[in-house]
């Protein structure tokens, strides 16, 4: 086995910005755990070695982390030793963060050189000041209290163990961690725009601009150079526009991607490099469509949480990102809303290979939404998602927020949805997930009734030409927009299970897989059927924990035959069949 293999999840971590160089520090760390908030104190920030050794990018609640410990852990400290490689000397470097839940401080040799409050998105640290030749010594401190009301956790369980469908918390570091070097300067950042009728809008964030700066664009598709153009890089962002000789959308059907290089250079020569990829496609709204490209397509989405029974938020293989698509696909799904958790890139990647719609959406559970400085912390880190997350062709759409309930300010919900649509004006909002409504561009509800007959009744008068089922009657009413059941069926099936084993599902278990299969059919017959249904969204995936309303289990096995689901989600919907 190489090097390499033995790191786990040594693939790099952030496939639409991609430099050729970089140094993976996954692999075994020393922890400790901090109980009292001392570690500072007693020095650890410069202690080599601690208690525990941990398996990086690996939650310690996790089995891969090789520690599995579930208690609560306000702070944890991890520390390890690198070499930066001989020819990096002279240059930049940049040590990257995917993602440390929650709060992270982090030393390199003794010296602070990065902080970074939230526990879904990515950080970066220049770490060229502090680096010695030889051994340098890694430290990250993560707080993280989740009872704290503060802090979006999503599905992690605020009591000692999972229930209902609260699940495993996860703390500290659990994406990749890594080096890499850069010029002395570089693109720090990329936002993509496509335009359908044939062209790429790019702006560049870049660090040190300079009036001897160029920056150039490259596109292929496939091998063939399709577009090029350049600008100067003379200010902190540089724009340009690739007109493409080629056009090909990108579509679930033909998922089809531009590679696309930009370089940074002067009169010296390279100073930077940047590998990435797009697609063509547009999304936009006609009620009750939802269009892609121009034309309805009904979505078939299916909740995706996340969570993986030996690595929790972490998957174990980039292998098993990718197989989650295809299972779900072969379900007879075309997408997903990726459900209180902000997932990590090459999840998004694989989506984007392989036509994939998904929902992006934050994890906002475990806040307390009436407190100013909770939604303030909300608010910032969902813009860093937004931002980190604009350029994947597979997101169709954003919600912030899920299941919110009547508020004092629904301001505050007003508020998200328009920061949502300043950051990006391209794709539909949801503002809050079911429940309540005060200002979005799709309407959605949750229903969970079981009875297929009266499940149908719900929306019968909506069909009519009347008013859509609401979860509450005080938010705002239904204006027009498209209309879907953002979650739904949740069907219990675990037919092993014993009474004590304190698993959660909606409704009565069927009694039969025959039972299950035909109750499935008539709910979801019953919204493909719907002249005003621009989709829905089944809960759900896979079982997670102690929830076993999965349609496969937690280790991802089918429940079912995935033909069968499939022949029922691929019938035809009614706005499809409008459309021809």
């Not at 790099?12 to 400790?32: D, I, K, M, T």
């Not at 779900?328 to 998004?348: C, D, I, Y």
């Not at 084993?501 to 017959?525: C, M, N, V, W």
Request: with cysteine; glycine share 8%.
């Amino acid at each position: 086995m190489s090097r390499k293999e033995s790191i786990p999840r040594s693939e790099y971590p952030r496939p639409q910005f991609v430099r050729a160089e970089w140094l993976c520090l996954n692999g075994p760390w020393s922890f400790g755990l901090d109980a009292a908030g001392n570690g500072e104190a007693l020095g650890w920030q410069e202690r080599p070695r601690l208690d525990e050794k941990i398996i990086v990018p690996f939650a310690p609640e996790s089995r891969l982390a090789g520690i599995g410990r579930r208690e609560f852990m306000p702070c944890v400290w991890y520390a390890r030793n690198f070499s930066v490689p001989a020819a990096w000397r002279r240059r930049r470097i940049l040590l990257q963060f995917g993602a440390v839940d929650y709060e992270a401080t982090v030393w390199l040799n003794g010296r602070q050189v990065g902080f970074h409050r939230g526990g879904y998105t990515p950080f970066s640290c220049e770490i060229t000041g502090a680096i010695r030749s030889g051994r340098n010594l890694l430290v990250v401190r993560a707080v993280d209290d989740t009872r704290s009301r503060l802090q979006p956790s999503g599905k992690q369980s605020m009591q000692y163990a999972s229930h209902g469908c609260r699940y495993t918390r996860v703390t500290g570091i659990w994406q990749s961690v890594w080096i890499e070097p850069v010029g002395r300067s570089f693109i720090k950042s990329l936002r993509m725009i496509p335009d359908i009728a044939g062209r790429i809008h790019i702006e560049a964030g870049i660090d040190s601009p300079s009036d001897s700066l160029t920056l150039s664009v490259e596109v292929r598709a496939g091998r063939r150079v399709v577009g090029r153009a350049s600008t100067t890089a003379a200010a902190a962002s540089a724009a340009c526009t690739v007109d493409l000789d080629h056009v090909r959308l990108w579509d679930p059907d033909d998922p089809f991607l531009y590679d696309l290089e930009l370089t940074l250079r002067d009169s010296g020569g390279l100073v930077d490099s940047v590998g990435s990829y797009f697609g063509l496609r547009s999304v936009s709204l006609d009620p009750p469509a939802i269009l892609l490209n121009g034309r309805p397509v009904f979505q078939r989405l299916v909740l995706d949480q996340g969570y993986y029974p030996t690595g929790l938020y972490t998957a174990p293989r980039d292998a098993d990102l990718k197989r989650g698509i295809v299972l779900s696909k072969s379900l007879g799904f075309n997408g997903a809303r990726l459900h209180e958790k902000v997932f990590e890139p090459r999840f998004l990647y694989w989506a984007d290979r392989l036509g994939y719609l998904v929902w992006g959406e934050f994890a906002d559970w475990g806040i307390d939404r009436t407190d100013g400085e909770a939604m303030r912390r909300l608010a910032t880190e969902w813009t860093e998602a937004v931002r980190r997350d604009f350029n994947h062709p597979a997101i169709v759409g954003w919600c912030p927020m899920n299941e919110t309930r009547l508020w004092r300010d629904p301001q505050m919900l007003r508020d998200l949805y328009l920061l949502t649509k300043t950051l990006d004006p391209t794709r539909p909002v949801i503002d809050s997930s079911g429940y309540d409504h005060f200002e979005t561009d799709v309407y959605d509800c949750h229903c969970y009734e079981q009875d297929g007959r009266k499940f149908a009744a719900l929306f019968a008068d909506f069909a009519g030409g009347g008013k859509p089922f609401r979860n509450f009657d005080e938010c705002a009413p239904w204006t027009g927009q498209p209309y879907f059941v953002s979650e739904y069926g949740g069907i219990w099936w675990n037919p092993g299970q014993r009474k004590d084993d304190h698993a959660f599902g909606y409704g009565q278990r069927p009694a039969s897989k025959t039972e299950f299969i035909e109750r499935y059919r008539k709910l979801t017959t019953a919204l493909l059927r719907h002249p005003k249904m621009c989709g829905f969204c089944y809960t759900q995936l896979y079982d997670i924990e102690q929830e076993v309303n999965g349609l496969m289990t937690y280790g991802r096995k089918m429940k079912f035959d995935p033909k069968v689901i499939a022949a029922i989600n691929c019938r035809p919907a009614a706005i499809e069949k409008a459309s021809r």
